[in-house]
Nanobody, 116 residues
Framework: QVQLVESGGGLVEPGGSLTLSCFAS????????MGWFRQSPGREHEFVAN????????NYAGTINGRFTISRDNAKNMVYLHMNNLKPDDTAVYYC?????????RGKGTLVAVSS
């Protein structure tokens, strides 16, 4: 059974940094596009970033404005989201996502709270 497990969330002050990690099991990790989504109360599920199977291409939501970087390690079945200059609006549950055509898997999420 495919599982995506996120970690690294927590409470951080505005302007701070966090790195989220996601480990994927029971999946041919190296062929999937991996991504991150987020959702906060009262807001829609929002795309954050994704990265192609070989890491050659990345995409980011316009709201990120160069503050986040997505990366992956296919040898370890891991994908990361490095987040800098965090803002209160970044507060959300962050979900790891694996996509291959119409096939999609998503983790249970990790909470990021940005507050002073």
């Amino acid at each position: 059974q495919v599982q995506l497990v996120e970690s690294g969330g927590g409470l951080v002050e505005p302007g701070g940094s966090l790195t989220l990690s996601c480990f994927a099991s029971d999946i041919t990790f190296g062929i999937y596009t991996m991504g991150w989504f987020r959702q906060s109360p009262g807001r829609e599920h929002e795309f954050v970033a994704n990265i192609t199977w070989n890491g050659d291409s990345t995409n980011y939501a316009g709201t990120i404005n160069g503050r986040f970087t997505i990366s992956r390690d296919n040898a370890k079945n891991m994908v990361y989201l490095h987040m800098n200059n965090l803002k209160p609006d970044d507060t959300a549950v962050y979900y790891c996502n694996a996509e291959l055509g119409a096939l999609t898997y998503r983790g249970k999420g990790t909470l990021v709270a940005v507050s002073s």
